[in-house]
Every structure is written in C-alpha cells, then in structure tokens.
C-alpha cells in the first residue's frame, strides 16, 4: 500500500471485521445484525469486512481439488473468492430486514487495487470514494474480505486469514477510529487456553509482540494485518462476537508495566528440521544453500550454525519439506557438504515479550525449566523480543505449560 501513514482519525468510525465462525450460520449473521443496528443506534459508524462462512473456502479448495490439484491460480481465486460474497449479501439482507441501510460490496466496487499474484496478493491501495458517500448518505457498507482486484480487472485473493489484512487495509485508508477483528475467542491470551487452561486474556499489547504472537503461531490475528497495522498505525482490537467484553487492543507504546516482561507463550506444530555440514572450506558455501531454497519458493523460518561455522540447521513448515528436499538436489551444491539430515514432526514454541531482550537469562530460564522436564531442545534461536526452541512434537504441550507456569503467565 501506499497511502501515507494516518494523522488524526475520524472519531466514532470502526470497520469490523466478523470472521468465520462469527458468521457461521444464518442464526449468527441475524445475532451481527443484532448487534450492527444497535451500534448504529448509538451513533457509530461502521464499516463491515466479512469472511466467508466458517468452512466455506476449505470446501471450495476441495472442489477445485477433486477437478485438478494444480489448478491454475486464478481460476483458484475466481472460486474461493466467492465465499465471501455469499455472507455479505446474507449480512445486507439481514439488515435491510431491521430497517438499517447497508450495502454489499465486492473488492472491485470498492477498488481494492491489489498485485496480480494470484492466491497471495497484496493490496497496494483502497479507494475510499465510495465508502465515504455511502456512510456520508447513512448506509453500511459491507466489503467482502479476502479478495482484490488487479490492473487489469482479474479477481484476486490476499492468502488463507487475509480478511483480516482487507479490514485494516480499509480502516487505514478510512482513518477509521480503531479496527476490531471479530472473532470466537475473547481476545489475544498468554497461550493457547487449549493447552493451558490458566492462560490469561491481555487487555493490551504491543504491535511488535503481536506480530511475533501472529507469526509464530497464535491463530487470532493473520500476521500481515498486523504488520500493515503497524504501518499505517491503525489501532486494532481483537474481541468475540460472542460475548461482550472490551478484547486485546494492540497498541504501539510498549506496556508501561515493566515487571511482566513476557507477553506470552505461542506454539505451532508441524514444523520439519534440515541439517547440513560442510565437507571442503570453500567460502561460505552455506549461501548456495539459502539461495537454492529461495529460488525454489521454500521459506526458512529458523536458522543456527554450529560448529565453527561447519554445519547448518533451519527449520521450515514441515509441508513444505518435499520441496526443500528437491531444491538441495542439486548438482550445483557439488561436493561441498556432506549427506543432507532431516526430521519431522517437530514443534517450535516461543517465549514472546520485551523482556526477552535480557537473552542470557532468559535462555538459560528456558534451558533450565525444558531440561528438568527432560525436554530435549534441538535448536533454540533468539531476537529482541522471542526466544524460540524447536523440539518434539510428542513434548509440545507440556513445554507451553511449563514455560507458561515459569513465566507466571498465569497471573498477569
Ligand atoms: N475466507 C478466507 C479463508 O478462509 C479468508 C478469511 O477468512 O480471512 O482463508
Ligand atoms: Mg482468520
């Protein structure tokens, strides 16, 4: 995107964003409009961003699965971008019954300009022309999330989660108060409470905690919405469509209260580990290496060397192993390293907060807490504000709980 970053906001102006499971069903769209009306009401203005109902786009991937696996990519979008549209106009006639104007949009009558990378776009600006005469004559707009349109007028899609990216996108371009991400959890917790029954709902954290939260595996928030957030410094707050309560605002100053210094505990399973060690001492023949699976479209997620400098490990998402496996077949890697060592059926989980950044204690905290529980660390790799340990999968949830008891997460 290229709008500039916002300066003040137009006050009482929200885009919510109503996830799957928040417009599941006929009954949970007719509870929204519920809800929509009365803040009208009270005098907000709204913008919708909707999702496709909860299980509407695997079930469109699955069709187009069962015609061809590798489908081209904008037949692809052409299809799971109409998910979408079924709930906005479901949400406009559920309103236009309560007497409330609203009107449903798709990404091209809005003009959501995205790239022309099918499947995993980005939007590159919003017009918000037409938003603005619509709420200045009163009426809703409902936007369907997700999809874009690119320069030549080809329907395209953000990537699985990018309704999130749609709402702040708009909320940016809009000047919109706050952007709130409706969904089925009360807000951001310090864990997975699936995992840990005494995880705690944060009232707020910080954009770069977040972000870190998102990426390596909290499921509340696509990372990229909150990296445009931060940007364009839209205020987002996640909270459930229901129940009442006030959520997680993500905020940009870090929490003034400096005594809890860890915000939280976040895993995700399927992680694969790939080993190299080198065999000659030409230079830096590691580089070959991340170039090879870079060309090839395999991200890296973690990576350690050890040795003087003599071997390499990185993590990646185990889904993508086949692909890192073929791109390091290769002649051009000649005989410089010796056999290639992987493992599945890993986890990666993550200690995240400011206070991290006193990395010596915290590692030996982690070490020590994951050691007399007899967990076996394989790689640990940090930054200013994480400390990630990959182990195995088997180990995942005793070492959130406890790492989270450790942390006395339970208490915040
Ligand atoms: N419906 C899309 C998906 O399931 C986009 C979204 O829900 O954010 O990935
Ligand atoms: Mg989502």
Known sequence: MTQEVRSGSNERLYVKKFGGTSVGSIERIEVIAEQIAKAQLSGEHQVLVLSAMAGETNRLFALAGQIDPDASAREMDMLVSTGEQVSIALMAMALAKRGVKA?????????????????????????????????????????????????????????????????????????????QIFTDVAGVYTTDPNIEPSAQKLDAISFEEMLEMARLGAKVLHPDSVSYAERFRVPLRVLSSFEPGSGTLIRFDACEDKSNQVAGIACSKGQAMLSLSRTDDSPDPFAAVFSLLAENGVEVDLVTKAGTDDSVSFTLDASRL?????????????????????????????????????????????????????????????????????????????????????????KV
């Open 103 to 179: 009107k449903s949009l798709n990404a091209a009558q809005v003009q959501i300009h995205t790239n022309s990378q099918f499947g995993r776009a980005s939007i590159e600006r919003v017009d918000v022309q037409y938003l603005l005469e619509l709420l200045a004559q009163g009426i809703i707009p409902i936007v369907a999330g997700f999809q874009g349109r690119d320069q030549f007028g080809e329907v395209t899609t953000l990537g699985r989660g990018g309704s999130d990216t749609t709402a702040v996108a708009l909320a940016a371009a809009l000047k919109a108060q706050e952007c």
């Open 322 to 410: 086949p692909w890192a496996l073929k791109a390091l077949d290769e002649p051009e890697l000649g005989t410089s390293f010796g056999p290639l060592v992987f493992e599945k059926a890993l986890a990666k989980v993550s200690v995240i907060g400011a206070g991290v950044h006193r990395r010596a204690e915290a590692t030996a905290k982690v070490f020590d807490i994951l050691g007399n529980e007899g967990i076996h660390v394989k790689l640990m790799a940090t930054s200013e504000i994480k400390l990630s340990v990959v182990i195995d999968e088997s180990d995942l949830h005793r070492a959130v709980r406890v790492l989270h008891h450790a942390f006395e997460l339970n």
